[in-house]
């Protein structure tokens, strides 16, 4: 419709001075006369030139004042022609910020006498803020000094009105010609493609983006960092097993069946099936044997040990009960030295908050020789981390119920500026690795830290929801960059 009205009038007039004023004397909207302009502008129907106007637009305050009037006025009004009234009076007559204003200006207009009690010192004033209001609403062009008068009163603000003024252009014609954008077979048998006109080839026109399959970020930083765990020797443990049993996720880790992470406020039981089938009987025996009375030097923890709550499956609570697994594996092996890592997922009876879910992912590495000491864990540590260009680490002991020593692991974080956790590391107890069979010198050292963590700092995630779960945005898939480690 405006596309006729626009070609229409072109063909009987040389220019169409002003968009905004085309618009409504014609009965369009501005906006759908600009949208028509800029597709007949560029297929070169019409000509457009830009034109830009200032305009003041009245504030929410000042369409107030507009209606109402100023505020001196309404005040002046309020003060009785003769006598006086008291300022408590006045006020309850008035708004708190019409009496506010109104008391400044008044003043200043030396309208009234401002005291403990307001006298009139004129008798007749005029609403000049409200004129001048009015007059902007209108349209009317104001001298400099109201205009700024009212600016710094915050009543008026600057709007800039943008539209175009349009010529015919090199293709005009009153009619816009239906060109075809494709060659189709019927053009070819009905001949009729030597008179059909073609859309030009834009080549500046933007190809649509390239579609494949992306990857989400914490697939990429675990690719990365499964690059380093094999650059540095380490073999992939199977984690494929989210059910785990109570024995193999605590048991078998020397975890005591009172501690509280074996609650299940903070661990998931399975329901169905609520036990595990099958345990190694013989090292069950070890187990209970080292949690009731010890061995090895150690008095173990001198309680009652339940089979019934080793029983008890669970979702993993962390993949070092996959590391116990492989070491038990392992220890039924002539001894041979060991590095193994996996990334994988755990579940934890957590509330959900910023930088918590229910489940996450935990990246997990341990060492398996003969001799080794807590010097070998921050060794193997730093040259870990240094590669994920983390290469100021600190170090305070901690507690694991399954290492000895144990110590949280720090790195300087250079844009935080400060000290922030990254992991937690051990030397496994003997408590753990002596039931299995291990000799008596061999030693695991172990560390493990959160994928999501490091993911959220590359990636500048701050909410984990907007990383994982039902509420990430698919465009975070799409557009997140490739994952380079350590290289700043
Ligand atoms: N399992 C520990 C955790 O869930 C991490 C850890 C692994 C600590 C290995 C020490 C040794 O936080």
New binding site residues.
């Given amino acids: 419709m405006a596309e006729e009205a626009i070609l229409g009038y072109l063909a009987t007039s040389e220019e169409i001075p002003d968009s905004g004023q085309f618009a409504s004397q014609h009965g369009f909207q501005h906006n759908d006369v600009v949208n028509v302009i800029k597709s007949l502008h560029g297929f070169r129907y019409i000509d457009a030139q830009d034109i830009k106007r200032e305009s003041w637009v009245l504030t929410d305050e000042g369409k107030k004042y507009a209606a109402d009037g100023s505020p001196e006025v309404q005040l002046f009004l309020a003060v009785p022609q003769e006598g006086s009234i008291s300022k408590d009076e006045l006020q309850k007559k008035l708004e708190p910020s019409v009496f506010k204003i109104g008391c400044s200006q008044a003043g200043k207009n030396k309208w009234v006498d401002m005291g403990k009690q307001v006298s009139r010192k004129v008798q007749h004033v005029e609403d000049k803020v409200k004129d001048l209001l009015i007059r902007i609403q209108k349209g009317d062009a104001l001298g400099k000094d109201d205009i700024n008068s009212l600016k710094a009163r915050k009543l008026i603000v600057a709007q800039t009105w943008k539209g175009y003024s349009v010529k015919k252009g090199p293709n005009y014609a009153p009619t816009r010609k239906k060109v075809a954008t494709d060659l189709t077979r019927e053009n070819l048998q009905r001949g009729d493609w030597k008179e059909q006109e073609f859309k030009e080839y834009n080549f500046n026109a933007k190809g649509p983006p390239a579609e494949a399959g992306h990857l989400h970020p914490l697939l990429k930083v675990k690719q990365q960092l499964k690059n380093i765990f094999l650059q540095l020797g380490f073999e992939e443990m199977p984690t494929n097993n989210f059910v785990e049993s109570s024995f193999w996720n605590f048991d078998a880790?020397f975890q005591p069946q009172q501690h509280p992470a074996r609650d299940s406020h903070d661990t998931f039981f399975l329901e169905v099936p609520s036990t595990t089938r099958e345990l190694p009987e013989d090292y069950v025996k070890l187990v209970k044997r080292v949690h009731e009375s010890g061995g090895y030097g150690s008095r173990g923890y001198m309680y009652d040990w339940k089979r019934e709550e080793a029983n008890k499956n669970l979702l993993r609570?962390?993949?070092?009960a996959v590391?116990t697994r492989m070491l038990y594996a392992l220890a039924k092996q002539p001894f041979t030295p060991k590095r193994y890592f996996s990334i994988d997922r755990?579940f934890r009876n957590e509330s959900v908050d910023r930088t918590h879910l229910a489940e996450f992912h935990?990246i997990?590495?341990?060492v398996c020789d003969k001799g080794l000491t807590l010097g070998d864990l921050i060794g193997v540590l730093n040259d870990f981390f240094s590669r994920l260009g983390m290469s100021k680490l600190r170090f305070k002991p901690a507690y694991?119920p399954?290492?000895e020593p144990?110590m949280e692991i720090f790195s300087y974080h250079e844009g935080l500026k400060k000290w922030v956790e990254i992991?937690?590391?051990?030397?496994?107890r003997p408590e753990m690795l002596l039931p299995m069979g291990f000799p008596e010198d061999v030693r695991v050292?172990?560390?493990?830290?959160?994928l999501e963590r490091p993911t959220m700092i590359l990636y500048g995630v701050d909410n984990i929801r907007d990383l994982f779960g039902h509420k990430v945005d698919l465009s975070l898939m799409k557009r997140n960059p490739i994952c380079r480690l350590g290289i700043d």
């Fill in positions: 880790l609570t962390h993949t070092t590391s755990v935990q997990e590495g341990l694991n399954y290492t144990s992991g937690n590391s051990g030397m496994f050292i172990a560390w493990g830290l959160s």
